[in-house]
């Protein structure tokens, strides 16, 4: 056996039985807690496969990966589930492969395991409408802003005694995600409608998962109104964002603030008018009346009597004067076309009645070419300026009351980066945060196992060898020790020697080199031994 492995078993065995049992479990220890850290170190990062599940998609999607040898990890809602980094590409293909996720609803795969022997007609329609459900509340669910979708089809049903005939109605039930997406509803009417035969988009009603109704064909002020809301919302972020792009260049996307209020009227308008042209006249017609009247009149000479009349014998020559009346009229009537325009204006559009925009601008912004504060006449000018440039972006119409205001604040810390949307450090940290703290976890217990159990072990097995030199020492073993504990050791430099001890120990060189060492450390007190060592040869020689 080697003279090292002979000298280690024999340290072993003279530090008894309680001391090796210690080392054991000290070694136990440690090889646990490497195993641990290990172990929590290597974990894999998981990523996010699906999110906003059903519980039971995820029990079955969870068997299925389970199955296929993939290690899946859910949250604490049971609404996602988490594969291994790496993995997401295959865990999909997987899962597409035997259909799931499927809480949107079966679609079209409805006819992948129907059989067409003793399948009736009813059952066919009926898988019909199920699948058009399905794969409309599928294609429902795409829309930005929608979580999930129910949707109910009600189809014609023909009849030979039927005097109206029935059209197709729907009823669709969506879950937002997040508010501010009403505004979708008629969207998905439209879509709905178009994907039905026969189907028009105002037999389609709209509800959200909380039961107020969206939109409905049986109800105009709904639609008014959701539309008139709609039109709103659009008219102030195209007024926010010309003011966005006109102020990010120079003030910077997060050192401003802009909300804007719009009061849009929806009135539907219908305007007739009809123009006429008097110098493009042309004679239609004409019409001409003329009339002549002539009439004579005789006088008589002598008054009539009743002695005149008796019958006589008329006088020659004698008589009265006669009165001609001779009169004409002439009447001309012409009829003509005048040119005119008839103009008939139905207006289903908008008008801004007023604009009310609020700008709330970084003070600390607003700094010189040196980067130096301004002073107050300086922001006010350079307000102005914005000012100027937010009007002519939004299109203020002064005489409309558009209302423009501009103020300078100091913005709270942190609020000023919240519009930014690209990456930044913290999430880059975010995404390697685990694994950062993995690795710190492990590196704290292998610190904690140096310094609580590897230490303190070391200590104790330092004592033990001391403890074994001493006892050598004082059996003879080593002269220059045996000498000086002979010459005693229980004076005031018992400390010091300890010391010097463990340090030869701890070295393990040869006697003439310990001895050198021990001379270095503590010249006095090795010049002392040498004499006591020298006296005590002599008193033995004389004896």
Known sequence: MPENLKMLAANLSALGPRRLMLMAGVFVLVLMAVGIGSAFLNRPAYQPLYVGLERDDVTRMGMVLGEAGIVYDVNAEGTALMVPAGMTGRARMILAEKGLPSSAGAGYELFDN????????????????????????????TISGVKGARVHIVMAERGNFRRAEQVPTASVIIRFDRAGVESRANAVRHLVAAAVPGMVADNVTVLDSAGRLLAAGEDPLTNSASSAIGIEATVENQVADGIHRALAATLGAANFRVSVQADINTDQRQIEETIFDPDSRIERSVQIVRAEDAATEQLASEPVTVEQDLPQDAQAGAGGGSTNERSERREETTNYELSSTRTATISNGYNVDRLSIAVVVNRARLVDAEGQPLNPAAVEERLAQIRTVAAAAAGIVEDRGDVLNITAFDFVEGVAAEGSSAPGAMASLNEHLGTAINAFAFIAVILAVIFLAVRPMINVLRSGEFAQQVARVEAGETPLLANEGAGGIGDGSGEALADMAA???RLKP???ERLSRIIDMNEERAAQILRRWLNNEAVSSDA
């Not at 067409?116 to 007609?121: E, H, M």
């Not at 009813?122 to 669910?141: C, D, K, N, P, W």
Request: charge should be negative.
């Open 114 to 141: 129907l059989g067409s022997l003793g399948l009736t007609s009813f059952m066919q329609e009926v898988t019909r409408v199920r699948a058009l459900e399905g794969e409309i509340a599928r294609s429902i669910q």
């Open 503 to 505: 340090e030869s120990i």
């Open 510 to 512: 040869a006697p003439e």
